[in-house]
């Protein structure tokens, strides 16, 4: 008997959790009247049941409490080149939609984001992967192999997933297989809008408390060529993040978002957030002296980057890579020393930049003798056709695309794992082995077997 | 000293006959430019180009065209024309007229690629224009807070967006429909 009442108690347990667990069977009658309009009512209450997970995420989002809903960001005019009726709910009512979601639409309610946000690195990203020839050719021709068929996979499933992509529409409206979908943070729209507001704020529940934790940053920032999640996981900052930031407050307004809130800056701190008397920018680039992903490091005097522009006058560019602060790279590191000193001294600031600075100076003097030898086997005929089966040029690549890139970003985010022993010492690796191949090659006259 | 006298006086009057005279050429003059000003500023001016005929037709099925409740209808130069002083109404005006009619006349009407032109409408349609209709857009929206929202940072002057970079079709309904062909 005791046992059979056990089982009856633990089945009823289990039913009553799995008809509660998430939210997502909750609204699935979910009745709403806030000042939205018909349509958009209907599309809330339609989609409840075909989507539950979509509204689930509006229900909670900001959005859902001022009462933007569906049709708000989904409605386009028939003119519209994403316009669609795919829809069964608005099929011959002259109501158009689009799935895709263009920042043109954003910036009708947040207009300075999707500004700031253009005149950074980041509204490159897809721009720029078309601009570059070498690029193109890794993804289709040797990591494609140039298959009729599936040659688009390598960047459909990699690159663009980060990147993002120039998105093109098929005949009946919808997006092709090869461009979409992707997170890819510089998506380029068929209305023209470039940018993708949720690669770091997640669809329809557009989160800032999302987008200031480091996650929000890990998913494209990670690996052997800009590992920014393990650096700072290495850093005491992520030290700490990672024992108690699951307890700090991550909702406070933008501009409002302070030390207190948070024992330590994520990503969002150093590079976006608004902090003692500096303004909350979506321009990552605005507060960075160096440019540390080139071959080469130099300090960002470009202004504002331009690809958005470019693109709107009819141009593929490979935009601006010394894009950052308008006033400067001094004023950029003065900006972000603006951050540091909100929990540090100063001269525990200048005398951190002091080193990462020199570290990075120290990067450029490995680079430019690498580079020298390169330009001379270049130029002397005694590199491979094809560079990738080139020795030298894969020493190279990795001296600057995996090794320097972790020794820079590694020193100026306080990693010393990755600016030691994942950059600086495999660098000087690099460098040995190279200048064998070059001595062999230059003596030889030929490149070995 | 006599005839002095009568010299200054005929020549009085000589001074006042210029000034009268003058007046009444500038009246008429005026009277006749505000005539043409008028009469070049509606559908019926704008559309004896057939150029302007997708224009015209998406107008007429657009709020801004007569298409709502009490048929009131925006003026083609109510929203093409800048409204901040009458010199530069005035100045944008003939600047205008004499490209239409250049274009008009010599140019290639075929190669006008409208959907192009449609991107920079901002060049072309004049917030000033919007904001001397819609006097009361900004205190309207303050109490509906998703009309709200969209308009704050454009009356806080926080955003350089024309209007009509947000309202793409404005004044002219579903546009692109129209200049298709």
Redesign the interface.
């Known amino acids: 008997m005791l046992k059979r009442m056990l089982f009856i108690f633990l089945s009823f347990g289990l039913l009553s959790f799995a008809a509660n667990v998430g939210d997502i069977t909750n609204v699935k009658t979910l009745k709403v009247d806030r000042?939205l309009t018909e349509t958009g009512k209907s599309c809330v209450e339609c989609h409840a049941k075909i989507t539950p997970g979509h509204i689930n995420d509006w229900k909670e989002s900001r959005h859902g409490h001022?009462?933007?809903s569906c049709i708000?960001c989904h409605g386009v005019?028939?003119?519209?080149p994403m316009a669609a009726q795919n829809c069964e709910g608005i099929k011959g009512t002259d109501i158009f939609v689009s799935s895709l979601v263009s920042p043109k639409t954003c910036?009708?309610?947040?207009?300075?984001e999707v500004?700031e946000f253009q005149q950074s690195g980041h509204a490159r990203a897809a721009i720029q992967i078309q601009a570059k020839e070498g690029m193109k050719s890794l993804m289709e021709y040797f990591e494609g192999r140039n298959h009729p068929d599936l040659k688009h996979s390598p960047e459909a499933t990699g690159c663009m997933q980060c990147h993002g992509s120039i998105i093109k529409l098929g005949k009946d409206k919808r997006p092709t297989a090869e461009t979409w979908p992707n997170y890819g943070i510089g998506n380029v729209y068929p209305d023209?809008g470039v940018g993708n507001c949720k690669s770091c704020h997640s669809g329809h529940k557009f989160s800032i408390e999302e987008a200031r934790k480091p996650a929000a940053c890990a998913s494209c920032h990670l690996g052997p060529d800009h590992p920014d999640i393990e650096i700072y996981n290495n850093s005491m900052h992520g030290h700490i993040f990672n024992s108690e930031g699951s307890k700090w407050k991550y909702d406070s307004a933008p501009d409002a978002w302070e030390p207190g809130d948070y024992r330590a800056p994520t990503c969002a701190t150093c590079h976006m957030s608004g902090i003692g008397n500096l303004k909350t920018t979506h321009n990552v680039s605005k507060r960075l002296k160096w440019n540390v992903w080139m071959p080469i490091s130099k300090t960002r005097e470009g202004g504002y980057e331009t690809a958005v522009k470019d693109f709107?006058n009819g141009k593929i560019t490979k935009g601006n890579a010394l894009a950052g602060n308008p006033d400067g790279s001094a004023a950029a590191r003065t900006e972000m020393e603006q951050v540091c000193v909100s929990c540090h001294t100063t001269t525990h600031t200048k005398n951190f930049f002091n080193m990462a600075d020199k570290h990075v100076e120290l990067y450029n003097t490995y680079a430019t003798d690498a580079k020298k030898m390169i330009d001379e086997l270049t130029k002397k005929g005694l590199m491979h056709k094809d560079k990738w089966s080139d020795k030298a040029f894969k020493i190279w690549y990795h001296l600057w695309h995996h090794e320097g890139r972790r020794m820079r970003q590694g020193a100026l985010m306080g990693a010393p794992d990755y600016a030691h022993w994942h950059g600086v010492f495999e660098v000087q690796q690099d460098i040995r082995e190279l200048k064998i191949i070059y001595e062999k090659r230059i003596k030889s006259g030929k490149i070995e077997e | 000293m006599s005839c002095n006298k009568e010299k200054k006086i005929k020549s009085l009057w000589l001074i006042i006959g210029i000034f009268v005279l003058g007046g009444i050429i500038g009246l008429l003059f005026s009277f006749g430019v505000a005539v043409g000003v008028h009469k070049t500023s509606d559908d019926k001016f704008c559309t004896m180009c057939h150029t302007m005929k997708p224009m015209a037709n998406s107008y007429y099925r657009d709020a801004h065209g007569g298409n709502n409740v009490n048929g009131v209808r925006a003026k083609c130069v109510d929203c093409h024309l800048p409204h901040d002083s009458l010199a530069n109404y005035l100045f944008e005006k003939a600047k205008t007229g004499l490209h239409d009619v250049r274009v008009q006349t010599f140019g290639d009407l075929e190669s006008i690629d409208w959907e192009e032109k449609r991107k920079h409408a901002k060049r072309f349609v004049f917030d000033t224009g919007c904001m001397s209709c819609h006097t009361n857009l900004q205190n309207a929206t303050s109490s509906n807070t998703k009309a709200f929202i969209a308009h704050k940072e454009y009356f806080e002057k926080r955003t350089d967006k024309k209007c009509v970079e947000c309202h793409k079709n404005v004044g002219h309904h579903i546009l692109g429909d129209y200049i298709k062909k």
């Not at chain 1, 005019?77 to 519209?80: E, G, L, Q, S």
């Not at chain 1, 910036?107 to 300075?112: G, K, L, S, T, V």
């Open positions: 000042g001022v009462g933007v708000d005019k028939k003119d519209n910036e009708r309610c947040h207009p300075n500004k023209g709107e």
